[in-house]
Each structure stands twice: as C-alpha cells, then as structure tokens.
C-alpha cells in the first residue's frame, strides 16, 4: 500500500515536471526559433554548442573530435573571434548513446540557448541528433556521419564536412586504377568485404567499376562483424590468385586481413583497404610496419597537405596537444574544418546565423583543410577522397595529380619489402 | 582443394587452443559441478596481463605463461574462496551460474578501465612468420599455440592422473560423499581445482592474444564457444573437451573452405544441437558421475 502511495506520488510528479518541460520548451522554441540573429560586431560570446562520445564505443574518435573543436575554438579566438565575437564551445558527452544525443542537443538548443551546433561523432548518432536540429532550424555541421541514412533524411540544414560520402570514399582507387595504361591494369580481382553498411559498400562501388571495366571478379565473401579468424577467407583469396585485392574493411579485420596475407605468404599486385590502412600508428604496428608498402587507403586530410589552413591547423595541433603532425587523428582535422567553414560563412557574408549558414553553403565551393568543399541538396559532400598510399613507412598521397606528393607504387612489392 | 587442406591445418592447430581453454572449464565443473561463466574473462584477463608483460618489459607470451600461471591461480582460489564456497551447498551449481557471471562481468569492468575499451594485439617478431610445408603455410604462432596447448593438456593430465591431488580430484568427481569419507578434504580441493582452472585459462590467454586481437567484451564470444565445446565432449571430461575442441574448429574451417565463412560461426552451434539431440551427455560425458 505504502509503496503504491509512494508509486502514484511520483507518477504525479513526473506528470507535472513533464507539463512544465513541454510548456518551457514551447516556450524556448518560439523565442529560439531560427537560432542566434545577434548583430554582427556585438561583443557577446558566439557559443557553439555539440555532443560529444566521451565515454562508451566511440570514446576514442569523440575526443578527437573534441580536440578539433576545441583546437578551431582558440585559433579563431587568438585572433579576434567570428565577426569580433569569441568562440565558446559548450561541449557534452554522449556516451555513444543515440537517445542522449537527442537530449543533449534539445538541452543545448532550449536550455543552453547556444548560437550554432556542430554535430557529434558517427552517423548513428548524426541521424537522431539532426533531426533535432532540423526542427529548431539550426545548421548542423556535422564531422563524422557519412552513412547513406544520414542523407537519406534529405535535410537542407546538414552538412557532411568531408570530401565525399562514405561509401564512395573507395571510388578514387578505381579512378585510379581505370586511368592506368590498359596493359597495367589489374586483370582480375578479389572482393573482401565486411558487412556493416561503412565497408561493403565501399568495395561493391569499386567492383561496379571495375566490372563494367572488363576487371573479372575471381572471388568475394562478404564476412559477419564477428569473424576473427580470417584464415580460411584468406586461403581462398590465395586459391584464387587476384591481380587486385579490395578490402571493404573497418579497422581490426583489415589488419588481420593483411596479417592473414604475410602469414600465407601471398601479396597481389594491388591492394587496397578502405579504412584501418588510412590510420597512420595503428596500421603499421598491428601489421608490421614493414608489411605496410605498397598498401592503398583512402583519406582526407594528411600531413603536409597544402589546403587552406592546414599547415596553421597541424601546427596549432602540435603546439597544444603534443606529438607529431603523423599523430593527428582525421577527425580532428574534419571537426576543425567545421569551425573553418563557420568563419568563411561570416567573411563572406558579414552575418553569422544559422539561416545565413545554410543558404551560404548550399552556393559555391568552400575552401578548408580537407579541400574545397561543397555540398548536394541532401548534405552529401560532392567532392572526391584522396588515394593514399603506405611508402616507406609512411601514408602518402599519390592521387589526383593536383594533390599527389608521390607517383603510385605498382605493382605492390613483396611483403617485407 | 588447396584451400581446403590449408583451412584444415590452421583449424586443428587452433582447435588446441581451444581446447586448452576448454579443459579448465570442464575440469572446473567435474570437480565442483560449477559452471565457471568467467572462465573466458579470465582467458583474456590473460591475454591483457601477457600484453602488458611483452610491451612494458619485452617478455615474450610465450616465456610469461609461468608468471601469468601463478597470477591466474592466485585469482582462481581467490574467486572459490571469496564468492563460490560461502554459496550454501544444495544450490550450489544454479547460483554458481549467477556468480561466476558477476565475476565475469568483474574481470571486464577491471579491464575496462585499467586498458581502455580498445583493440590490442601482442605482435611479436615472429608474429606473422609461416614455415612452408609441400605449399602449404603452417603458422608460426599457432603451431607453437598448438604445441604449448599439448604440453600443458599433457601436465594436466599428468596432475589428474599420477599424483597425490589428482586423485583426490578425480575421486571428488566421481563421488564427493565417498571421497570426503576416504579423508579428502573436498573444500582444499575445490579451491585447488578452480585455481588450476584458473591457470589453463593464464596459458591459454598468452596464446590467444597471440594469435587475436581482444578487448575487455571478447569473452562472450569465448564462453559461448567454450560452453558448446564442454557440452559437446561431456560436461567434465578433460578429454572430452579436447577432442571437441578439435572437432569444431576443423569443422568450421571445413565449412568456411567449401560452403561459406560467413557459415563457419554456426557450425559450433549447428553440432551442439545435433549432439545434445542424439547423445544429450556429450560424446564422453556419463549420465550418473563425472568422468576424467
């Protein structure tokens, strides 16, 4: 009895608190809606706010991106601000957790009344928290949600800060590799394909290209998240002697991919992993880096590059964080890119609001750290990754021309060599 | 063919990893009639300690094992004592499952936040080295993997079968009344036997951080794997579970090579169910008593 007293009491009180909530949000809404107008020049902070993975699965790439953010928040800050206001970032943590993303962007949006959002790490998360912003009219610049669901939503206010959606992040390698003189060419090929919708994908474009080429496809598995031991995978690939091997990979199955390889002693002509060979410390310390040479990825950013602020930005990293330019995690550079794109806005257009943000740049070509930028309708990116390639140890990029630091190793060499 | 074959060799010589891991937990239920549900964390609690000793002091995995061992032991008489001996003697085996899982849950949560919640490997010089043998790659790892596993099956066997404490074991498990009446002190045994459990899972561990990458959440894949194998050869028979071992792992890599991989995963569970419905007592287990 006592306890459903109890029961009913609490039922009450969350009745109430949940009115309250509803009335104040309506409230917070109507006054938000359309998000900060402030005039520009005005001296009050411009506060930035987004959620964050600290905790939980992504914890690793979140604090990368928080480190991009927070690294763009004080370069812009040391000089001068965004139109004379100084960047505040109000930064949250996710837990990896699609439902407290959507509670931490309400919160930042209502309660906080922030100026602008950026978005948070992974398309997971990307998804649930845009339509958050979708409904307040904020933009939502968004580092790290590529997937085909994040686009499929068709919203106008969201921006995909990389070169190019995720699963044509491969297409490249196949530019490539159709641009070689057609007695180089590979003649056959090997698909090794995680399932998750950031893997095949990536290798199912390439094999398109490849097929309607004329490249035979000699063998393809699509392997379960779960597969540890790659083996009898591998043993197959051997059995089927590709000139290429395409590897729709994330990070541990393409070092246990290469791995498997050395250990069965096979190394084809060409080799390309669409991640876990792009992450410049892992890869070759799993593998060995003697292993690396020859192997192809695809990237965005990478050190050395001479797009707009990139020298500024890994210098600045360096400087605040430690290690060396090497060390820099992509998505670092694809936050910090989100805070370039904020200031271009605003130079161009002397406003700084989110209705001015997104029709800015949805017109033209933006200039950041991981090139020039632009977008579709939907968000998604209609630019082109970059082909790297692993040569002496290091990641290199080889193509396009226009970016190339290098000219592509081919055949690949033996492993060890 | 080739394939095949090549999918064969590395499938029996991982199938003695397993079944090193396997034996302590059967060993563990033999003796003690307790279903050990950490006995996959403590496999990879392993595997981190074998980490850290090759990457702070360049300690081969293999050369760890004695360190890892007494480590292991000393948590597995640690884990009898303090969370299995005070559960009341009728019960005993149903909560056990409750128990040994919150130990498991324990050992990851340590794991967690001692190493992070990411992917290591321990690569060694000789980690991706292979002998060829008539053109087919024998692996370095595994085959010392495959070799260690028979060395150690081999003490363990030697234990049960030729001293003092393996016959107070093996009597424990064929009849604890009698055995206690003959002046075996059940309770030391107990411990002793979760402790060796404990140490199979501290050699194991060196070998399948070897030859895996792992993270805190990888024991549950490990026991359920574990569990199909020990049901598989008969709850409590040590060579029970290592024939099983070898069984189903070169049954999946019959089944990866000629069908698909993606089907390879299934072929535990597909033979456990076929086992539990023709044979429900495994293919060495008895009905009435436990059997070494």
């Avoid at chain 2, 949560?109 to 001692?114: K, T």
Wanted: charged residues 15%; contains cysteine; glycine residues 10%.
């Amino acid at each position: 009895m006592l306890q459903s007293n109890r029961l009913r009491r609490r039922s009450g009180a969350v009745v109430v608190t949940a009115a309250l909530a509803l009335v104040l949000g309506a409230c917070t809404s109507a006054s938000n809606n359309g998000g900060a107008s402030a005039s520009p020049h005005s001296t009050t902070p411009l506060v930035i706010g987004a959620s964050i993975s600290l905790t939980g699965d992504f914890a690793d790439s979140g604090k990368a991106v928080q480190r991009g953010y927070d690294l763009w928040a004080q370069e812009v800050n040391a000089k001068g601000g965004v139109l004379g206001r100084q960047v505040q970032m109000k930064l949250v943590d996710d837990a990896s957790s699609p439902t407290q993303v959507v509670s931490n962007y309400q919160n930042l949006i209502n309660r906080d009344k922030v100026d602008l959002v950026f978005g948070p790490f992974s398309s997971l998360l990307t998804v649930p928290a845009s339509q958050v912003a979708k409904r307040y009219a904020y933009s939502f610049l968004e580092p790290a949600g590529g997937g085909p669901k994040v686009f499929a939503q068709n919203l106008d206010n969201l921006f995909f800060v990389q070169p190019a959606p995720v699963v044509k992040s491969g297409d490249v390698f196949a530019d490539w590799v159709l641009s070689l003189p057609a007695d180089q060419q590979p003649k056959t090929a090997a698909y090794t394909e995680l399932d998750d919708p950031f893997a095949s994908p990536i290798a199912e474009n390439i094999r398109a290209r490849f097929e309607a080429a004329g490249i035979k496809t000699v063998y393809k598995e699509v392997y379960p998240a779960e597969t540890q031991d790659f083996s009898a995978i591998m043993s197959k690939v051997v059995a089927a002697n590709p000139d290429v091997l395409v590897g729709g990979t994330q990070n541990e199955d393409a070092y246990a991919q290469v791995k498997t390889l050395v250990q069965l002693k096979f190394s084809p002509k060409f080799m390309f992993l669409s991640n876990g060979a792009n992450s410049p410390l892992e890869f070759p310390s799993k593998v060995g880096a003697q292993n690396t040479q020859g192997i192809m990825s695809a990237g965005d950013w990478f050190p050395g590059s001479t797009a707009f602020g990139s020298d500024a930005f890994a210098a600045a990293y360096i400087k605040t964080y430690g290690g060396s330019a090497d060390t820099i995690d992509n998505s670092s550079a694809e936050a910090f890119a989100c805070g370039q794109l904020i200031e271009a806005v605003a130079t161009k257009t002397g406003k700084i609001d989110n209705a001015t943000i997104i029709s800015s740049l949805h017109q033209g070509t933006w200039p950041t750290l991981l090139g020039d930028l632009s977008w579709g309708p939907n968000g998604a990116p209609s630019g082109s990754f970059n082909l790297i390639q692993w040569q002496g140890g290091k990641l290199v990029p080889v193509f396009p021309a226009a970016i190339a630091k290098a000219a592509p190793i081919y055949p690949k060499p033996n492993w060890g060599g | 063919m080739h394939a095949l074959i090549q999918g064969v060799i590395l499938g029996i010589l991982t199938g003695g990893v397993y079944a090193l891991m396997a034996s302590g937990q059967t060993l563990i239920f033999g003796i003690m009639k307790v279903v050990n549900l950490a006995q996959g964390a403590m496999v990879i609690m392993a595997s981190y300690l074998a980490y850290q000793l090759f990457t702070s002091f360049g300690l081969d995995p293999f050369l760890a094992i004695p360190v890892t061992t007494v480590i292991m032991f000393g948590l597995g008489v640690g884990v009898e004592l303090l969370f299995l001996r005070p559960l009341r003697r009728e019960d005993k085996s149903e909560l056990s499952l409750l128990v040994t899982f919150a130990v498991a849950l324990l050992i990851e949560g340590f794991l967690s936040v001692s190493w992070g919640t990411t992917y290591r490997s321990i690569n060694t010089g000789y980690a991706n080295s292979s002998w060829t043998v008539a053109g087919y790659q024998i692996t370095v790892v595994r085959f010392w993997a495959f070799a260690l596993s028979l060395v150690a099956l081999g003490l363990l066997f030697w234990l049960l079968n030729r001293t003092r404490f393996g016959r107070a074991v093996r009597a424990t498990v064929q009849n604890p009344e009698s055995a206690r009446l003959l002046g075996v002190e059940a309770q030391r045994v107990s411990a002793l036997g979760f402790g060796l459990g404990a140490a199979t899972a501290a050699a194991a561990g060196s070998v399948y951080g070897l030859l895996y990458p792992f993270y805190s959440g990888s024991h549950y894949d490990l026991i359920s794997r574990l569990l199909s194998i020990v049901v598989l050869g008969g709850l409590g028979s040590v060579g029970g579970a290592v024939i099983a071992a070898v069984i189903v792992s070169t049954s999946s890599a019959i089944v990866a090579a000629t069908i698909s991989p993606a089907w390879s995963e299934m072929t535990f569970f597909v033979i456990l169910i076929l086992v539990l419905l023709i044979r429900p007592q495994g293919l060495f287990g008895s009905v009435s008593r436990g059997a070494i």
